[in-house]
């Protein structure tokens, strides 16, 4: 397998994982947690749901995890089968096999516990792993060797840290909301936080979060860096002006149905460029060409 052909391979397992975030997040949303309310069945001696609104929506994110397990699978054979074959790009693929495998028991623990809000969010968690997993192994496919690190690379942690918080608080405003995930709703344990400190916080890791990239993006402009790097950070910087009016809007509004599902599709892209843009993999492969023996038409990574 070449590298270019790898690189698709990452990229169809990077877009099926973050995929079933919105799949996962449509069942909640529409209410469909525990429509199918045993494990690994639907229901006791029953494989496949009712056809019903919500045993349906929650079944068929359940059968997308398939879909999802079949697309790491290859991920992990073309690593063997990539000529060169390369150690980090294996063991990367064995991570998502891992954080496959991890998702499929604590899924079932968020069944069998009646939508327990601490597990949710560590389901959520998890898939935010799962896709940083994707996203580096789908970055280095194309990269033989790979570029050293950039000597700019401290400016990056601050930003990949405040991410990681807001989504993490993020997490904690969702599971302390309205949105229970059941049609049950009222039986349905909420996180033991007020909804509007909660979500102070949340903002405020935001705001912080979006300064530091606009002083880095201005930083990176004055010192000369390259612009494929300077493209990168404004990338973050739209994903998060973008995410930032998403999660004002629904705030005020009562947060409705529609943003919540937006919101947290931004979030996994959002999530996606601050990763690509801390690896730093300057230039891009299509940028080298074949003279190091990468990837000359493939674009320089998925973007979602």
Same mark, same amino acid.
């Given at each position: 397998?070449?590298?270019?052909?790898?690189?698709?391979?990452?990229?169809?397992?990077?877009?099926?994982?973050?995929?079933?975030?919105?799949?996962?997040?449509?069942?909640?949303?529409?209410?469909?947690?525990?429509?199918?309310?045993?494990?690994?069945?639907?229901?006791?001696?029953?494989?496949?749901?009712?056809?019903?609104?919500?045993?349906?929506?929650?079944?068929?994110?359940?059968?997308?995890?398939?879909?999802?397990?079949?697309?790491?699978?290859?991920?992990?054979? @073309?690593?063997?089968?990539?000529?060169?074959? #390369?150690?980090? =790009?294996?063991?990367? /693929? +064995?991570?998502?096999? $891992? !954080?496959?495998?991890?998702?499929?028991?604590?899924?079932?623990?968020?069944?069998?516990?009646?939508?327990?809000?601490?597990?949710?969010?560590?389901?959520?968690?998890?898939?935010?792993?799962?896709?940083?997993?994707?996203?580096?192994?789908?970055?280095?496919?194309?990269?033989?060797?790979?570029?050293?690190?950039?000597?700019?690379?401290?400016?990056?942690?601050?930003?990949?840290?405040?991410?990681?918080?807001?989504?993490?608080?993020?997490?904690?405003?969702?599971?302390?909301?309205?949105?229970?995930?059941?049609?049950?709703?009222?039986?349905?344990?909420?996180?033991?936080?007020?909804?509007?400190?909660?979500?102070?916080?949340?903002?405020?890791?935001?705001?912080?979060?979006?300064?530091?990239?606009?002083?880095?993006?201005?930083?990176?402009?004055?010192? @000369?860096?390259?612009?494929?790097?300077?493209? #990168?950070?404004? =990338?973050?910087?739209? /994903? +998060?002006?973008?995410? $930032? !009016?998403?999660?004002?809007?629904?705030?005020?509004?009562?947060?409705?149905?529609?943003?919540?599902?937006?919101?947290?599709?931004?979030?996994?892209?959002?999530?996606?460029?601050?990763?690509?843009?801390?690896?730093?993999?300057?230039?891009?492969?299509?940028?080298?060409?074949?003279?190091?023996?990468?990837?000359?038409?493939?674009?320089?990574?998925?973007?979602?």
């Amino acid at each position: 397998m070449t590298p270019a052909r790898y690189r698709q391979v990452t990229g169809m397992a990077l877009m099926a994982l973050a995929v079933i975030v919105v799949t996962g997040t449509a069942v909640r949303l529409t209410e469909s947690g525990l429509g199918c309310s045993d494990w690994p069945t639907c229901e006791k001696d029953q494989l496949i749901a009712d056809f019903s609104l919500h045993p349906m929506i929650e079944f068929i994110n359940r059968v997308f995890t398939g879909f999802v397990a079949v697309a790491v699978v290859i991920a992990v054979l @073309g690593s063997l089968f990539r000529k060169p074959r #390369r150690a980090d =790009l294996t063991w990367l /693929s +064995l991570g998502l096999v $891992a !954080g496959v495998i991890g998702q499929i028991f604590l899924g079932a623990f968020v069944v069998k516990s009646h939508l327990n809000p601490w597990l949710v969010l560590n389901h959520f968690l998890l898939s935010m792993v799962l896709v940083a997993n994707a996203t580096v192994l789908h970055a280095r496919a194309g990269y033989d060797p790979v570029p050293p690190p950039s000597t700019r690379r401290h400016y990056r942690w601050p930003i990949t840290g405040l991410t990681i918080a807001t989504i993490i608080a993020g997490t904690f405003v969702t599971g302390s909301g309205p949105h229970t995930g059941s049609y049950d709703g009222d039986n349905i344990d909420r996180l033991p936080f007020d909804v509007p400190d909660i979500a102070r916080v949340h903002g405020g890791i935001v705001i912080a979060l979006v300064l530091v990239v606009i002083t880095t993006i201005w930083h990176l402009n004055r010192t @000369g860096a390259p612009r494929a790097e300077q493209w #990168r950070g404004r =990338l973050v910087l739209a /994903s +998060l002006i973008m995410q $930032a !009016g998403i999660g004002y809007t629904q705030y005020f509004t009562g947060v409705p149905v529609l943003l919540v599902g937006f919101h947290i599709l931004g979030a996994t892209v959002t999530w996606i460029a601050v990763l690509w843009f801390h690896l730093d993999l300057s230039p891009e492969p299509d940028e080298l060409g074949d003279k190091r023996g990468m990837l000359a038409d493939e674009p320089s990574i998925l973007v979602l």
